[in-house]
């Protein structure tokens, strides 16, 4: 169940030293892609590292990475037991989530990382990330619209309460694509908390190299993942500070792993040739957009780089977890001669509060809308079923084809995934092997520019001392 406030987890990890750095990150959405690309460029950089985010994606125990691997079944299990034991003998009541926390808080003390970054579960003020020691860096991501009935009712009270992991001193980066009412409560947070400087990146680095060019070509619509690298990348800034001087092998090293970062479950592309009774080559994308902010960027995304002259058919395989605003979800997704295969996905291991809405009910909504020429069927939780029915309806000719997409859910991304053979279920988030680096030197950058960033000062925030490079790739809006 959910259950918000901090003397529990509190409890649990009191004994924990935290001898590592902490990156907080909150926000609606966009928290999982920069804590991907910020954990990859700390590992690339050979500085050792945890993340944690959630929901986890096959395993319970996936949502803890330890340079860039999940935790070993083995040690998860330990560490769960010791926190499980803590648990209950000190009486504690600890929530499914809170004991979560603190087993992968534990993991990383126990795995010597110098960095941790973490997600905030839900909010942020009484999260049970929020227990955290001492933090060198929060983030708020995209703010919008989600779990209201915990949060508040709009977008500026949902701001406040995700401000509430602002620390006095510690720097804060937030995304600058946020509403002006947004950011005008992240400055007063920010003062009221005493925190230490505001940076609002615009845009993502620039390398200048034939990759480099082809990756920004790549995700030219992609506004929110372009913050989420820029957000990550002035992180890691302020974490390791770049020296201007000097173009070398770290500049490469950086280059290379954001263009080879995979983001699972976000506009992923799959093949479906491999799946278990599926067994059709075809490439689908799976997103786990679940608010209607997230399916407005989707539906961008779409429309973009999947439609046919951005107005062709596609075809939806389509869950949402139980309550949601189905109607609300699906409007930003749906045009004319869409097809929409409704699903459902299956219990959750551990988080049993969380129920799939009923594949009626969301090919319901999505009749409601009264698209022209929609089509519509139910699945119940045959997922494979859907799948092939929904490649089936996007075979126009033998030549032409309609795209694929499933979204609503990470849950339903999970299923699908789990479907894969076990070593392309989630691929590794670089693709491309490190450089080794000695474990206990300092880093030292040979980047020659920086991010291109907007220096905000909030009323107690110290002045910006720091200058920025002019090269970049111009502003993401």
């Not at 340079?67 to 926190?83: C, D, G, R």
């Not at 930003?332 to 988080?351: I, K, R």
């Not at 009626?360 to 699945?379: G, H, I, M, Q, R």
């Not at 520019?449 to 220096?455: E, G, K, S, Y």
């Amino acid at each position: 169940m959910i259950q918000l406030g901090l003397r529990r987890t509190a409890q649990l990890f009191r004994h924990n030293p935290q001898p590592w750095k902490a990156v907080h990150v909150a926000g609606t959405n966009g928290k999982g892609t920069i804590c991907t690309y910020l954990s990859a460029l700390l590992h690339s950089a050979g500085i050792p590292c945890g993340r944690f985010t959630s929901p986890h994606l096959i395993d319970r125990w996936d949502c803890i990475t330890i340079n860039e691997k999940p935790v070993s079944k083995s040690l998860f299990n330990e560490v769960e037991a010791q926190v499980l034991s803590r648990n209950k003998s000190e009486n504690i009541g600890a929530t499914e989530f809170e004991l979560l926390t603190a087993t992968a808080f534990d993991i990383f003390t126990r795995s010597n990382i110098q960095v941790g970054v973490v997600e905030v579960g839900m909010g942020g003020l009484d999260d049970a990330t929020n227990v955290l020691k001492s933090k060198d860096v929060t983030i708020i991501a995209k703010i919008g619209l989600d779990h209201q009935a915990f949060l508040g009712d709009t977008v500026e009270e949902i701001a406040k309460y995700k401000c509430g992991i602002f620390r006095e001193g510690v720097p804060v980066i937030y995304n600058s694509t946020n509403d002006a009412s947004v950011i005008d409560i992240i400055k007063e947070e920010a003062s009221r908390a005493k925190t230490g400087k505001l940076y609002a990146p615009i845009s993502i680095p620039h390398f200048g190299t034939t990759p480099w060019r082809s990756f920004s070509k790549k995700i030219k619509w992609r506004k929110q993942q372009k913050l989420g690298i820029a957000c990550a990348f002035q992180a890691f800034e302020l974490l390791y500070p770049i020296p201007k001087q000097g173009r070398g092998k770290q500049r490469t090293i950086a280059r290379d792993t954001i263009i080879n970062t995979i983001l699972p479950g976000r506009a992923q592309m799959i093949n479906l040739r491999d799946m278990e009774d599926v067994g059709i080559d075809k490439d689908i994308m799976v997103d786990g957009a679940h608010n209607m902010q997230a399916t407005e960027y989707l539906g961008k995304v779409v429309r973009d780089e999947l439609r046919s002259n951005q107005f062709g058919p596609v075809v939806w395989v389509v869950a949402c977890t139980k309550g949601k605003d189905i109607k609300g979800l699906l409007r930003p997704l749906l045009m004319v001669g869409d097809s929409v295969a409704a699903v459902e996905f299956g219990t959750v291991d551990g988080m049993p509060w969380i129920n799939s809405t009923p594949c009626e009910d969301s090919a319901t909504a999505a009749e409601e809308l009264a698209v022209p020429n929609l089509k519509t069927k139910t699945f119940g939780r045959d997922i494979k079923a859907a799948l092939k029915w929904a490649v089936e309806q996007s075979r126009v000719t033998p030549d032409e084809e309609m795209p694929v997409v499933a979204t609503g859910s990470l849950y339903l991304v999970s299923e699908i995934l789990r479907l894969l053979p076990k070593e392309q279920q989630i691929p590794s988030p670089v693709k491309k092997k490190p450089v080794k680096r000695k474990r206990k030197s300092v880093y030292k950058s040979e980047y020659g520019d920086n991010i291109t960033v907007r220096h905000v000062r909030s009323r107690n925030a110290s002045q910006s001392s720091g200058t920025v490079s002019s090269e970049d790739d111009g502003p993401i809006l």
